[in-house]
C-alpha cells in the first residue's frame, strides 16, 4: 500500500506560479507510475498530467500543456507539479494518485491510490 499527502496549494493571482509536491510512503515508490488530477467546484474530477515509472514519458491534459511540468524524484519519494501561467480556471483541488504500473494513464479509474487533495485558487 502506498500513502500519498499533497502539499503546497494556495492563493495565487493569475500569471502566477506554484509547485505541487507529492510525498509517498509505503511501497517502493519507483515501482508506481503517477498522475495528477484535479477536481473544481460542480465538476467532475479530470486528467491534469501523468508520468511513467521511469519518468521519461510525461503527459498533459491540452488546457495545461506548455504551463505546467509534471516531475519525479525517486530519492525522495516524491512526485512535483510545477503550475506556471496560472489562470482563474486553474482553480480546483488538485490529487495526486499513483498506480502499480510501468505506463502512465490518463484515467482515474486506473490508479490504485489517491492523496488527499490541495486546494489551487487562482485570482483574477
Known amino acids: 500500500q502506498v500513502q500519498l499527502v499533497e502539499s503546497g496549494g494556495g492563493l495565487v493571482q493569475a500569471g502566477g506560479s506554484l509547485r505541487l509536491s507529492c510525498a509517498a510512503r509505503?511501497?517502493?515508490?519507483?515501482?508506481?507510475?503517477l498522475g495528477w488530477f484535479r477536481q473544481a467546484p460542480g465538476k467532475e474530477r479530470e486528467f491534469v498530467a501523468t508520468i511513467s515509472r521511469s519518468g521519461r514519458l510525461p503527459y498533459y491534459s491540452n488546457s495545461v500543456k506548455g504551463r505546467f511540468t509534471i516531475s519525479r524524484d525517486n530519492a525522495k519519494n516524491t512526485v512535483y507539479l510545477q503550475m506556471n501561467s496560472l489562470k482563474p480556471e486553474d482553480t480546483a483541488v488538485y490529487y495526486c494518485a499513483a498506480r502499480w504500473a510501468a505506463t502512465s494513464s490518463y484515467y482515474s479509474s486506473d490508479y490504485n491510490y489517491w492523496g488527499q487533495g490541495t486546494q489551487v485558487t487562482v485570482s483574477s
Open positions: 509505503g511501497r517502493t515508490f519507483s515501482e508506481y507510475a
